[in-house]
Nanobody, 123 residues
Framework: QVQLVESGGGLVQPGGSLRLSCAAS????????MGWYRQAPGKQRELVAG???????NYADSVKGRFTISRDNAKNTVYLQMNSLKPEDTAVYYC?????????????????WGQGTQVTVSS
């Protein structure tokens, strides 16, 4: 069993910053791609940023230049530094990870999600 535990959400004023963290734990063989998604009320879940195990990153156009994704492979943790926050960034943010787990004598990769953390940008 694998768990993704997120932290760092909250209420912040426009122009402010927040840092989200997501740690994977459990019977992990390896953690491959990781990413952050968000879902605002009445909207579909969308990719915010992704990072490969090698450190290659990609971002939604709406957050480029303001958000930075990073990871600590030794801790199986991914971070999202969010600067210059705008009211339209308000959403529930979800961590996602492609995790290889041990199955008998081999491994298999599965997709896991965190429970979500609320980010509210408002004055």
């Amino acid at each position: 069993q694998v768990q993704l535990v997120e932290s760092g959400g909250g209420l912040v004023q426009p122009g402010g910053s927040l840092r989200l963290s997501c740690a994977a734990s459990g019977r992990i063989f390896s953690v491959n791609a990781m990413g952050w998604y968000r879902q605002a009320p009445g909207k579909q879940r969308e990719l915010v940023a992704g990072i490969t195990s090698g450190g290659s990153t990609n971002y939604a156009d709406s957050v480029k230049g303001r958000f930075t994704i990073s990871r600590d492979n030794a801790k199986n943790t991914v971070y999202l530094q969010m600067n210059s926050l705008k009211p339209e960034d308000t959403a529930v943010y979800y961590c996602n990870a492609a995790v290889a787990i041990v199955v008998v004598t081999t491994w298999e990769e599965y997709d896991y999600w965190g429970q979500g953390t609320q980010v509210t940008v408002s004055s």
